[in-house]
């Protein structure tokens, strides 16, 4: 009715602006409390706040969890007097199709149960009974199919389909299709949905630390079992907490290598407890693997002191970046880069790294030597740049000034040759973008190719030659000279890494 018709008939009605932004965040935050009942659910909003009658439900594809509650009639009650608590009145229905399960919903009268269970194979017959409207229809169509007599769904299932389309468009066509099961109607979860999970629920809310303690034990044994079953091993969890106030706590947790160890994976959490607020109890906790890696079987060996040695360096590396945040524990991962500098970057130790890169080029037999020689135990985060004194220009320095101290060099070694990297963006030079577009633009007069002259002098310019050298008083350094001696050009000397 109109608001005058209201006001007329109770003249204190207070009335307020809806706020669809602000509903469709409470009602994303209900799909996601629903995640207790099934891991796959979702917000039924058409991203307007306008769902034609029906914004204020929630999707729950409950395939394979109805008997963890008892049947689906169980599961609806337990979901409608868990709603009501929080102060939801809420009605539910199960049917073979989405389509179905909404229409079922809302026209269906209730008396003394708010939920309705479509039997299978039975959805056509229920909902040919019901109006229009339960196809979700904008409300212009619906109006348009009553107009001409098309009031309930059983007159829209005998018309052909083409007939449909030719009058109302694809649109009834299409939702008519969805409800009877002849098109298929897939419905996006909340959140990504992992089939490797373990949930516990518990008839009265529990509150004490060890009794969180022991479930997340239970959960941990029961999620490694399932892992086991798959050959599958965890990398990052998720543990979620279900308040009875509709609310929920997550802890993560990450390993470094794929693991369904029991006992480590409740060990990683239970340092976390104490963040969790359980002033009003927690009445439901799921533990989900999120991301997985495939982890064979793997034989034990008779002197197990090796892998036990690898599998405590691993949980210790968890047990530290969980305490301490992932961030602040990291390893040393290989970058495809023959620059010392770029050739390793840290990452945290329990993220996802790839394999080691392969080189541009493939080699048909094992190489007998190592293609690198001996690097410094300590490499400076960038070189610093030294005043060098060299007899020959292609000799090593025989003395070099670096933070204000001399050192007079008795040993030398090398060199060792790096090329620039170019497989990289401008071939790796270093060339400016305006040297490039004047090398592209410019041509020698006699008929040679300027660009390939500032390429090869480029390439001369970002050649580095390392040498190992020591001083008179046994310290050792890594020493690069970039570029080389020609005529107007002097190559300039740096310290990258300082030997132990």
Do not use: H, K, M
């Given at each position: 009715m109109t608001l005058a018709d209201a006001r007329a008939?109770?003249?204190?009605?207070?009335?307020?602006?809806?706020?669809?932004?602000a509903e469709n965040r409470a009602l994303t935050q209900l799909s996601d409390w629903c995640g207790r009942f099934s891991p796959w659910t979702a917000p039924d909003e058409?991203?307007?706040?306008h769902a034609f009658g029906g914004a204020g439900s929630v999707w729950l594809d409950v395939t394979g969890c109805a008997h963890l509650f008892g049947g689906e009639d169980a599961l609806m009650r337990d979901i409608i007097s868990r709603l009501n608590t929080i102060g939801f009145t809420a009605c539910a229905a199960i049917a073979d199709t989405p389509g179905a399960a909404w229409a079922a919903v809302r026209y269906t009268a209730y008396k003394r149960k708010r939920w309705t269970n479509v039997a299978r194979g039975r959805a056509r017959d229920v909902i040919a009974a019901m109006p229009v409207a339960g196809l979700r229809l904008a409300p212009a169509t619906i109006t348009g199919l009553q107009a001409v007599g098309l009031r309930r769904i059983g007159d829209l299932i005998p018309i052909p389909r083409t007939a449909l389309v030719d009058r109302f468009g694809s649109e009834v066509a299409d939702r008519l299709n969805q409800a009877l099961g002849d098109r298929p109607e897939p419905v996006s979860p909340l959140a990504v949905s992992s089939p490797w999970y373990a949930r516990q629920t518990f008839a009265e809310p529990i509150g004490r630390t060890e009794d969180?303690?022991?479930a997340v034990r239970d959960l941990a044994r029961n999620l490694a079992a399932t892992l086991e079953a798959d050959g599958i091993g965890a990398r990052r969890l998720t543990l979620a907490f279900y308040h009875p106030d509709g609310t929920i706590a997550r802890i993560e947790a990450g390993t470094s290598r794929a693991s369904r160890n029991a006992g480590h994976l409740a060990r990683l959490f239970t340092a976390k407890l104490d963040r969790i607020e359980a002033a009003f109890g927690i009445d439901a906790i799921t533990l989900t693997a999120s991301t997985s890696e495939k982890l064979s079987p793997r034989q034990a060996a008779l002197d197990r002191r090796g892998e036990q040695d690898d599998a405590g360096?691993?949980?210790?590396?968890?047990?530290?970046?969980?305490?301490l945040g992932g961030e602040n524990v990291v390893q040393m991962t290989l970058q495809e880069s023959h620059i010392p500098e770029r050739a390793i970057m840290t990452t945290p130790a329990t993220a996802r790294t790839r394999p080691a890169p392969a080189a541009p080029w493939r080699t048909a037999t094992p190489l007998k030597r190592p293609l690198t020689r001996p690097r410094p135990l300590r490499l400076l985060p960038r070189p610093e740049e030294v005043e060098a004194v060299a007899p020959v220009p292609d000799d090593p320095p025989v003395m070099f000034r670096w933070r204000k101290q001399v050192?007079?060099?008795?040993h030398a070694d090398g060199p060792e040759r790096i090329a620039p990297e170019w497989w990289h963006d401008g071939l790796g030079l270093g060339l400016g973008d305006n040297e490039q577009d004047e090398a592209a633009d410019?041509?020698?007069s006699d008929g040679t190719d300027i660009t390939q002259a500032a390429t090869n002098a480029s390439i001369q310019d970002k050649i580095r030659d390392y040498y190992r050298v020591e001083d008179r008083r046994g310290r050792r350094f890594w020493v690069y000279r970039e570029g080389v001696y020609r005529p107007g050009a002097q190559p300039h000397w740096y310290v990258h890494g300082v030997f132990g």
């Open positions: 008939i109770l003249p204190d009605l207070q009335t307020s602006e809806a706020d669809f932004e058409d991203g307007s706040g969180i303690v022991l360096v691993a949980e210790l590396t968890d047990r530290l970046s969980n305490r050192f007079r060099i008795e410019d041509s020698g």
